[in-house]
């Protein structure tokens, strides 16, 4: 509260410096800054002192120099021979790669278990809840390692499916359930694959353009065309005849029991597979609270008013509830997200080498580069969760309901 | 400085690992023991006259030197190799070698693999923030050969990765090796390959830049080597002091000169070291000797009178 | 005005229908049955596969947990028990229960001690938790911090006495000042319990040092699920003030203040925990003065409040926010200056608008605590992680000990999650 | 304007129900419903509150299922045939309330969505309509404002005109009015005399007697999830039978 | 009642205010507002929405900070003084259209809170003192419920209980009646005229004509943040001078 007259030529005394609104404000902020800049040349100081005294300095020219050490799951052209800064890189994009798929698996389980708890069927409801309750109330790091120790222990190693009566044998003969992670096969491009690839993406172009053609149709004659059939038609039809037309361009690499490993084919590692179910099953715990709570937003007298004007259930959902419900339910959920991607740190406890775990872990250890490497790791902390909080504040302005 | 601290406490702390057995491992009780443990034990009876004034800080091999350096324990005994970056850039003073070592390689019998370059493709388990995952690195790059390795922090975590089968082949110092094996169930089951892959030599580090805290474990290490040379056991100790005739083992006893002053501490320092867990012998025999479970052969970590590398200054 | 309709309706009922029974006797079980279950064709057979699901789980942990073992003393001894058959090795709860609950360097004799202090922790917690006790035992809240330092930590009694009555004392200034002017108040007050501090701190090093005390232990020594618990509570009271401040902070209409608030809020949210305690490990060290030991355990305790001071903020502000204008202005209407507007009018609707989302943040700062792990703190998970699994006797017994951890989370946060629900009901329909 | 409420009603039957039962799990809300509504004419429905009254409009819409009796509407019988309870559900339009306007879409919006999904009506086409009943209630400025941006009585509007564009032949309305400011309670009930005087079959739940006593050919008088009595307005309101009727009316006329 | 009116003005100046200017960033809200109070004098304050009223009198307590010019209340000159803003604040009550009470405080403690905080006032006479505006304003028997158990009526009653127990000698009123239900507002009414017999200075912003023309001594009518016109209410009401007043009039007259 500050309140100016016509300045009054009063001459000026310390006292106003504390009881004048035009000098306090001045007054509390210098004494702010003050204090401010007191605690960092105290920190400061302290830090120059230590790190005198133990003969350090600090310097980031350790991410230039070579890594050393091997890295298990290296999206980026990598060896041991790479600088920090690639194994930095490298530890970036799993942690990336981890989060975006924890993302996305965490929405679908969340998505169906907060759908399921308003579900009218008791069995199911309860079900959801106990779900719900549990994942809740126990810390992310324990389910890690228990998911984990259910990977490691309780798969059997590859060499159970060595010899003449093998313990385990591969579903399919093409996936692997091996305690070192999970083996698929593997997309081989042939000649002429890219044909079939654009005919995939244009039909799911294709999908899209054929669905606002029919609402465009209904808005303008009012004839509703059918759409989950064709649309799925679309989806498959187009790229399956082109696969054959040209001769079934991409064959399958399957996995197979080489040396010690299983070679060939997609290797998802169990660090990957268990952090990222871990990350996923306790988080869909969240989101499912947060699409129930967004659905439950909607008042009855929403869908009620929608029923009372003709429209069948699955309208009512698509036209009136979810739109109403999301706008309830993505801030949240976004936040959700970025509660995955630092959680997503815990990689450590199961040797999956994301940017903790190389440039916060290994390269910090073996460089004892311990204040530079942190900072770095803060700063990509910071500019992940800073640029996803700038992209919800400009979706909450977006979808703002207009108020009077 | 470190001494005062020490002496002010009343207690030592002391870094070892999160449990090796052999060399440091809480028994039953929750006392700590082992190879490793004994030389804190030493330092705590040199120092403070009680070879229980030691607290056992536990540590993996990424926590150890962030412990270190900050001040959190006065002296880590905790197998870590002593590597020129280590001692200089890392600012730490490694203050003997109390295990000359090696890395090696530990299988399964079943996996039918003789030798570590037939570990093509293999799945390694290695501790992370450690030599051995940079020897690692260096070995199958070397014998251009692929591997994965499985970066746990510690040695039960390898241990657990290992018999689940979760990798190949475990990989740490020879020594942790036949240490860790000792615990198997069926240690037969399991051998450790014949390539020695890396030179490792283990000793306990301080803090760079207190010289004479390094003084006083260097000499307190040299102390239990040099008994074992001299002869000077925790049973015959008492005997040797009072009637000896070699005028080291006096200054070693106290009985003549003031060693003990020159580094800050009283006469006796040296004998109430070798009396807490006897000489280096008695300790290497009680911890991981051929009689224990561990059995491991003295080889390179005999006296260089019999033809091994330990070899004490001269107390003078 | 030929009213065919109107004659024909005109209507009386005479006697009033009772009420009956609804129709199809189905109004019991075979009725819920119906409505829960098989209501239609998808709902029954989602009900099957749910049920189904539930049969799998109990078919895979029924026996197992009802042919535990309890009573061997190593997973060897178990599975000679078990002989072949499958069941849990539960033995090693009993046999490391000790070091599960408070860490493998706590002295055993004096385990009295944080179990007396964590019964106490409840009679001191009733009277925040619920308001209809009486508002005595909040004396006992405000003695309870020194009394539970001095139960866990031990050593002499001086040093929670010179604090409590450098506390005392601290708010007597305050309060006798408080009247006239808040800033004055408030600093006097910390100036007095500083100074009481000091003089106290001298007198024990000088005279008392050993005098009536109990065993000293130190914090490193402090471990298990008691540490889950120390550092949850510690923390979250620590980080109350804190969140307040920067809760008002960033409401401040100075741009200085408001910035400083937004810039360390948002740090704080930015990063993971698990950078924050590497920066508790391996940086804080260096910002303390050369020698001034402050350890591990303080260190992360430092972190942690941080991180939760800067969560609880943000909630604060949400209460502050949700408050209508007119409370702000009917304060400054009647005189009050900004201290005691906020204090007396301001604060104590936010903080009960607050209560529900604190609490969330509580449980999910008490669940992050497991993280210390990562550090190598022997907290429950460290213990099994670290000591527990890498024993010779009780490698491979996961399941037991990660259900043992689990469960006592599980207990602490839904009793709270419940907590809190019964409360946000009651602050809903409080009609004040 | 008595002339008015007489003239257009005609013998059609728009709904019959005949001994109507629902319960809430063991609740009887209702208990044998009889009631017969011809088309054109206006009914009011009044009593104390838990006594049924939405309970029973919401069953002639199937909002709410019926366990016992017979529901038509229309020539249409309410049965759990999805087809039939579509087909009532376009022919009768609600007024609630709580007005529940779609928050999300434009008043416009609002509007045409129904008459676009439901009836298939092209955009153009449900535009025009939409316009055409927001400008019989007034307020065809607002068409493109969202219902936050209007004042109660304007929402109550707009979701008349909202049932409206789906052009039913019969309006229940649940207590229009009950929400709004004194002020705005006129504005809608001048829209809803005005569609009266159209002769559009309505079935209002109200407590609004000056309104019963303009537009109502029939007051409905509910206790106890039965019908107790009901009587042209005039006789309802000067003559009451029942001793329950007279004991409301006392109540809330006086007040 | 005339009598009344005119007996208690003094010829000291309770609240002066010269060329007074506030700008809410470029918007100009008002504009060389020149006013003078006399004490015991009673004003009403009328205007359209928007006109300024409530900005004006939240002035006069420094609620809001004005640009330019000179406000003075009881010889004390509003500057950026804190101690000024206190002293003013503690002379002048205030009534808010919602009232403001402190919901987390029962009525008693919303009463005595300023008094033992800014007077510094010992809680027992606090109490006595709060527990006599509250039998001035007719309900003692509350002083323990919390504001949320008291109807809007009693809550404004209240509400001026708490302003006159910093014992002000000037009081400012904010619409207070238009949040009522029309029974409520009398109650308030009669507080406030009770107040203005006994010689309370009082600036009151309200549409309620009756009021102004039983009470005030001058009715000033606001547009487009200036004063337009002031007079006594007799000649207010029945010749206004500008044509916007007049239109004004007509519109409240006639609602
Ligand atoms: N979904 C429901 N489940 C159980 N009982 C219900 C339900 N809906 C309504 N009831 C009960 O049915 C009775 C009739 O409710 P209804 O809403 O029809 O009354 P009403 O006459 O419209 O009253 P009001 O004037 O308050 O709107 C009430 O006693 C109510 O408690
Ligand atoms: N904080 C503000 N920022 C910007 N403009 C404001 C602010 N407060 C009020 N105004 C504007 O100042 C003008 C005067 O507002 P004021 O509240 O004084 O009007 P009023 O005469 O009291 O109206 P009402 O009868 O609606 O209360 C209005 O146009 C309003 O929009
Ligand atoms: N196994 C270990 O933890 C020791 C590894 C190795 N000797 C090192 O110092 O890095
Ligand atoms: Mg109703
Ligand atoms: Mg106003």
């Not at chain 1, 949240?332 to 970025?338: G, N, T």
């Not at chain 1, 490497?373 to 909080?389: A, D, G, H, N």
């Not at chain 2, 023991?33 to 536990?58: M, Q, T, W, Y």
């Not at chain 4, 609740?27 to 029973?56: A, M």
Request: neutral net charge.
């Amino acid at each position: 509260m500050t309140t100016l007259t016509d300045p009054d030529k009063e001459s000026f005394r310390l006292s106003m410096l504390l009881y004048d609104t035009r000098y306090r404000s001045i007054t509390m902020q210098v004494i702010a800054l003050g204090l401010l800049v007191a605690a960092f040349w105290f920190l400061g100081s302290n830090l120059a002192a230590n790190l005198r005294a133990a003969g350090l300095n600090i310097s980031y020219s350790f991410l230039g120099a070579p890594a050393g050490y091997d890295i298990n799951q290296t999206l980026i052209p990598y060896t041991s021979r790479s600088s920090n800064l690639q194994a930095a890189w490298v530890g970036i994009i799993n942690t990336l790669l981890v989060a975006f798929l924890a993302c996305i698996t965490a929405t679908i389980f969340g998505v169906i278990a907060g759908v399921l708890r308003l579900s009218n069927n008791w069995l199911v409801r309860k079900l959801m809840a106990v779900y719900v309750e549990i994942f809740r109330n126990i810390p992310v790091l324990i389910w890690i390692l228990i998911i984990y120790t259910i990977m490691t222990v309780s798969t059997p190693a590859p060499n159970a499916f060595r010899g003449e009566t093998p313990t385990s044998t591969m579903f399919l003969d093409a996936f692997a359930f091996t305690n070192r992670g999970v083996y698929i096969p593997a997309p081989v491009w042939g000649p002429g694959s890219m044909v079939v690839v654009a005919t995939f993406v244009l039909s799911i172009i294709g999908v899209f353009a054929y669905r606002r053609y029919a609402t465009k149709l209904l808005f303008d004659t009012g004839r509703l065309l059918p759409t989950f059939w064709p649309s799925v038609a679309i989806f498959f039809l187009p790229s399956i005849l082109v696969f054959f037309v040209m001769g079934s361009p991409i064959g399958l690499e399957y996995p197979a029991l080489k040396g010690f490993n299983f070679q060939g084919g997609i290797q998802i590692g169990a660090p990957l597979i268990a952090l990222w179910f871990a990350l996923s099953i306790y988080t869909g715990a969240f989101i499912a609270e947060n699409v129930r709570a967004g659905i439950q937003a909607v008042s009855r007298g929403q869908s009620e008013a929608a029923a009372a004007l003709g429209l069948r259930p699955g309208r009512i959902m698509n036209l009136v509830v979810l739109p109403q419900a999301l706008r309830v339910i993505i801030p949240p959920l976004i936040s959700q997200y970025l509660n995955i991607t630092k959680n997503s740190s815990l990689a450590i406890l199961v040797g999956y080498a994301d940017i903790t775990a190389t440039l916060g872990g290994i390269t910090l250890n073996q460089t004892g580069r311990a204040i530079e490497c942190v900072t770095l790791l803060m700063i990509f902390y910071l500019i992940i969760s800073l640029t996803i909080s700038f992209g919800m504040n400009i979706y909450n302005n977006s979808t703002k309901l207009k108020e009077r | 400085a470190t001494l005062d601290d020490v002496k002010a406490r009343g207690k030592l702390n002391c870094g070892v690992t999160t449990g090796l057995a052999g060399f440091a491992a809480p028994n039953a009780n929750g006392e700590w023991e082992g190879f490793d443990v004994a030389v804190c034990r030493a330092v705590a009876a040199a120092v403070l006259s009680d070879k229980n004034a030691v607290e056992f800080i536990p540590t993996t091999g990424k926590t150890r030197f962030t412990a270190l350096a900050s001040g959190e324990i006065d002296l880590l005994a905790r197998n870590t190799t002593w590597t020129f970056s280590r001692d200089t850039d890392l600012k730490f003073d490694f203050i003997g070698v109390n295990y000359y070592d090696g890395q090696g390689f530990m299988v399964p019998k079943a996996l039918g693999v003789s030798s570590a370059k037939d570990l093509d493709g293999a799945t390694v388990c290695v501790q992370t923030g450690t030599t051995t995952e940079l020897n690692l690195a260096d070995f199958f790059r070397a014998n251009n050969i692929s591997y994965e390795p499985v970066p746990i922090e510690t040695n039960a975590e390898g241990q657990q990765q290992y018999l689940a089968g979760a990798c190949d082949t475990y990989t740490t110092d020879a020594s942790g090796l036949a240490a860790t094996r000792a615990t198997f169930e069926t240690p037969g089951d399991h051998i450790l390959l014949p390539e020695i892959i890396s030179k490792e030599p283990l000793g306990p580090l301080v803090r760079h830049g207190d010289n004479d805290w390094g003084d006083i474990v260097r000499w307190t290490l040299n102390a239990l080597v040099a008994a074992e040379e001299l002869g000077i056991t925790s049973a015959n100790i008492e005997e040797m002091t009072a009637n000896t005739t070699n005028p080291e083992v006096a200054r070693m006893m106290g009985t003549e000169g003031d060693l003990g002053k020159m580094i800050g501490l009283d006469a006796e320092w040296s004998k109430r070291a070798i009396m807490a867990e006897g000489n280096y012998g008695e300790i290497f025999a009680k911890n991981i000797g051929e009689e224990t479970p561990i059995g491991l052969a003295r080889g390179l970590n005999a006296q260089w009178t019999d033809g091994g590398l330990l070899y004490a200054p001269p107390f003078r | 005005m030929s009213d065919t309709h109107a004659e024909s309706v005109a209507f009386v009922r005479e006697t009033a229908l009772p009420p009956t029974a609804p129709p199809m006797a189905a109004s019991g079980p075979v009725l819920w049955a119906r409505t829960n279950l098989f209501a239609t064709w998808p709902n029954a057979i989602l009900s099957i596969a749910a049920a189904y699901v539930i049969y799998l789980i109990l078919a895979a942990t029924l026996p197992w947990m009802l042919n535990g073992v309890w009573t061997a003393d190593s997973l060897r001894g178990c599975r000679e028990v078990l002989d072949g058959t499958s069941g849990a090795c539960f033995s090693v709860l009993t046999e490391r229960w000790n070091q599960l609950l408070f860490g493998f360097n706590y002295p055993s004799e004096l385990y009295w001690r944080p179990t007396l202090a964590f019964v106490l922790l409840f009679v001191a917690a009733a009277p925040v938790l619920f308001f209809d006790l009486p508002r005595k035992l909040l004396i006992f809240t405000g003695l309870y911090p020194f009394l539970a330092y001095w139960l866990i930590w031990g050593g002499t009694i001086f040093i929670p006495l010179v604090a409590l009555i450098g506390v005392i004392v601290g708010y007597a200034v305050y309060d006798r000042l408080v009247k006239r002017n808040f800033a004055l108040g408030f600093f006097s007050g910390i100036a007095a319990a500083a100074v009481v501090w000091w003089i106290g701190g001298a007198l024990i090093e000088q005279f008392a040092f050993g005098a009536p005390m109990m065993e000293e232990i130190a914090s490193r020594n402090l471990g298990g699920f008691m540490l889950n618990m120390m550092l949850g509570v510690t923390c979250v009271s620590l980080s109350l003030p804190i969140g307040v401040a920067l809760a008002l902070g960033r409401q401040s209409s100075l741009p200085v203040v408001k910035m400083i608030c937004v810039v360390f809020i948002e740090f704080i949210r930015g990063v993971p925990l698990i950078t924050l305690l590497f920066v508790a490990n391996v940086m804080l060290a260096y910002f303390f003065p050369p020698g001034s030991g402050v350890d591990l355990f303080l260190r992360v305790v430092i972190m942690i409040t941080m991180f939760s001071a800067a969560y609880i903020a943000e909630v604060i502000r949400g209460g502050l926010a949700a408050l209508p204008k007119g409370q702000y202005e009917a304060a400054d209407s009647l005189g009050l200056d900004y201290a005691q507007s906020m204090r007396l009018i301001i604060l104590p609707q936010a903080l009960k608008i607050s209560i529900p989302g604190i609490v969330n943040i509580a449980v999910g700062l008490f669940k992050d605590t497991t993280l210390v792990s990562v550090i190598s703190l022997f907290d429950i998970v460290g213990m099994i992680r670290g000591p527990i699994l890498a024993s010779t006797d009780w490698a491979g017994v996961y399941w037991e000990l990660f259900m043992f951890a689990g469960g006592m989370f599980f207990i602490v946060c839904y009793g709270i999650s419940q907590y809190s629900q019964w409360l946000e009901r009651r602050l809903a329909t409080d009609h004040r | 304007m008595a002339e008015a409420k007489q003239m257009q009603v005609s013998d059609e039957v728009a709904i019959s129900i005949q001994k109507m039962n629902k319960w809430y799990g063991t609740f009887h809300v209702l208990r044998d419903i009889d009631l017969t509504v011809h088309r054109g004419e206006r009914i009011v429905i009044c009593g104390p509150s838990g006594s049924g009254k939405s309970t029973l409009i919401r069953c002639i819409n199937a909002l709410e299922e019926h366990q016992k009796g017979r529901i038509e509407v229309d020539g249409t019988v309410l049965s759990s045939d999805l087809k039939n309870i579509d087909k009532i559900r376009s022919e009768v339009g609600m007024c609630f309330q709580h007005f529940n306007l779609f928050p999300h879409l434009t008043i416009l919006e609002n509007c045409t969505l129904a008459p676009i999904w439901v009836r298939k009506t092209p955009k153009k086409e449900a535009e025009e309509i939409a316009m055409h009943f927001l400008e019989k209630v007034k307020i065809p400025d607002q068409a493109l404002k969202y219902p936050g941006q209007l004042s109660g009585g304007q929402q109550q509007r707009v979701a008349i005109a909202r049932s409206l564009c789906m052009r039913p032949r019969i309006m229940l309305f649940d207590e229009p009015t009950s929400a709004l400011d004194p002020e705005m309670i006129k504005e809608v009930l001048d829209t809803m005399i005005e569609l009266a005087e159209e002769g559009m079959t309505m079935i209002c739940v109200t407590h609004e007697m000056g309104f019963a006593r303009q537009v109502a050919n029939r007051v409905i008088f509910m206790d106890e999830g039965q019908i107790v009595e009901q009587n042209e307005p005039e006789a309802f309101f000067n003559h009451p039978q029942s001793p329950r009727t007279q004991l409301f009316l006392s109540q809330i006329l006086g007040h």
